[in-house]
């Protein structure tokens, strides 16, 4: 219902809406651009072609923006602890994270979806992949576990700032950053990077293990072949620590007082 008014809201302003949905698209589009130069000089980035580097940033840059179309709004949670105004969403009878994520929704974030959507799809046409129906069944099991491992991370963000305020920034770099690392083949990264997007946060499973087994490329060094299939698990595990951490903070919060 909250999320729902902030959508009527907004569509009571379609042209300012569509010029900002517009302006969304684009800005995140000049990501992909960069890429695009790139391969206007080289034939391969990291001994993957252009269509591979396209699936890889379409399937990151897509669960990247529903994580952050549904999820994005608690981020500010170091606000609402510093200004009180958590305390009015405590004091309603609905679920807290419900409400903080559903507050100022804003559905021009879409627009970072559709690029993302835009870009798989184009990578998807330029692929010789040889399709079996697990391959075409991992892809959209893929970019939903991606967007639940993303949302994990912003709560676990979220959580950090009911002790750390100002520590938006500091998971910024695991969302947002993430997102741009996982636009890049892993062979472009150290080892010991790459081992630690697998074993420590794991991004890894978002787009990489699951896209390297659509590729018919063979796992980073160390990695199980199996661990393409573990995304759902991962996922899961992520929601598990990621809960025990919201609720942790919320039972530490205090409120600011006057």
């Known amino acids: 219902m909250v999320a729902g008014m902030w ?4 569509m009571a302003y379609r042209s300012s809406f ?3 949905l517009v302006t969304s698209f684009c800005v995140t589009f000049f990501d992909f651009v960069a890429i695009l130069l790139m391969f206007g000089q080289v034939k391969g980035l990291g001994g993957f072609s252009f269509a591979e580097v396209a699936l890889l940033y379409g399937t990151a840059g897509t669960s990247f ?13 170091g606000r609402r602890v510093r200004d009180g105004s ?18 100022k929704f804003a559905l021009r974030r879409f627009g970072r979806v559709l690029q993302g959507l835009v870009v798989l799809v184009w990578g998807l046409l330029l ?3 040889a399709w079996t129906p697990v391959k075409v069944l991992l892809l959209p099991v893929t970019v939903v576990c991606g967007a639940v491992i993303f949302s994990a991370l912003m709560v676990l963000g979220a ?3 009911f002790w750390m305020q100002d520590a ?4 910024n770099s695991f969302t947002y950053g993430g997102n741009t690392l996982l636009g890049y083949p892993p062979t472009v990264f150290a080892q010991d990077l790459v081992r630690g997007v697998v074993y420590v946060v794991p991004l890894a499973f978002v787009n990489w293990l699951p896209a390297l087994y659509v590729l018919g490329r063979p796992a980073p060094a160390g990695v199980p072949e199996g661990a393409a299939f573990a995304a759902p698990l991962v996922a899961a595990v992520c929601c598990g620590i990621a809960g025990i951490a919201w609720r942790a903070g919320i039972r ?3 409120s600011t007082g006057s």
């Open 18 to 20: 569509a010029l900002t």
């Open 168 to 171: 938006a920034e500091v998971t």
């Open 65 to 77: 923006g529903i994580a952050d179309l549904t999820m994005g709004s608690v981020q500010r949670m």
């Open 159 to 161: 959580s950090a700032q």
């Open 252 to 254: 530490s919060y205090r």
């Open 127 to 129: 692929l010789d992949v």
């Open 86 to 103: 958590l305390d009015v969403f405590l004091m309603r009878p609905a679920p807290l994270m419900a409400q903080v994520a559903a507050d």
């Open 7 to 10: 959508i009527r809201s907004t």
